[in-house]
């Protein structure tokens, strides 16, 4: 119940394309779901996160949809270029503020 | 958002030893967390530390092999004991600031213990 499933493992879109990465969790209890993107040799940043009471987030070019009756989120990266190349991680809040992630996707986008 | 920084940024140590790591943030944060992450794996928080109190281990870590202080609300580290090859990862301190949902993270200590 504490899990957060995350697929696909990778992704590779072309260049201008639109990357979607998805992922799904059981317990209701959750209230925060951030995204992460990592470069290699790097920590993880937050790029985008969304609260259960409302359905999408936009921010430049990413996006969250949320869809709480099904318990799935997901990141949607428009005009997708080379330098989001990265790892992708879907978390959610669980209790005592620790985050439970997903398994991440490797996404590459082909110029 | 908080910046983060750790020392090492990466490490060789030989197998028996023992490696500590320290987490500066630049700014007062209620919550710190240590995490392990293998390469192209996910990560696995390792230990929640509170300023003013003992931290709290999940499961699969104990206090013994992965010894943490957080002596102030700006500072923490991370000792990894009696090192053996299993323990070479990416070691990652993260911080959340109070009433702020969003954490963030460290550039990571990357340890290879041969």
């Known amino acids: 119940q504490q899990q957060v499933k995350q697929s696909p493992q990778s992704l590779i879109v072309q260049k201008g394309g639109i990357s979607i990465i998805n992922c799904a969790y059981e317990?209701?209890?959750?209230?925060?779901f951030p995204w992460y993107q990592q470069f290699p040799g790097k920590g993880p940043a937050l790029l985008i996160a969304?609260?259960?009471d409302v359905s999408e987030k936009k921010e430049g070019r990413f996006t969250i949809s949320f869809n709480k009756s099904a318990k799935q989120f997901s990141l949607h990266i428009m005009d997708s270029q080379p330098g989001d190349s990265a790892t992708y991680f879907c978390?959610?809040?669980?209790?005592?503020?620790?985050?439970?992630w997903g398994a991440g996707t490797k996404l590459i986008i082909k110029p | 958002s908080a910046v983060i920084s750790q020392k090492p940024s990466r490490d060789i140590c030989q197998r028996g030893t023992s490696l500590t790591i320290q987490c500066q943030v630049d700014?007062?944060?209620?919550?710190m967390f240590w995490y392990r992450q293998q390469p192209g794996q996910s990560l696995t928080l390792i230990a929640t530390?509170?300023?003013?109190?003992?931290?709290?281990?999940e499961s699969g870590f104990v206090i013994d092999k992965f010894p943490i202080s957080r002596p102030n609300l700006t500072f923490s580290t991370l000792t990894v004991s009696n090192l053996s090859p299993e323990d070479s990862s990416i070691y990652l301190c993260?911080?959340?600031?109070?009433?702020?949902?969003?954490?963030?993270f460290g550039p990571g200590t990357r340890l290879t213990v041969t």
């Open positions: 530390a509170n300023q003013g109190s003992e931290a709290t281990y």
């Open positions: 700014s007062q944060v209620t919550m």
């Open positions: 317990n209701t209890a959750f209230d925060y």
């Open positions: 993260s911080v959340r600031q109070g009433g702020d949902y969003e954490q963030y």
């Open positions: 969304i609260r259960p």
């Open positions: 978390a959610a809040e669980g209790s005592n503020y620790q985050l439970i």
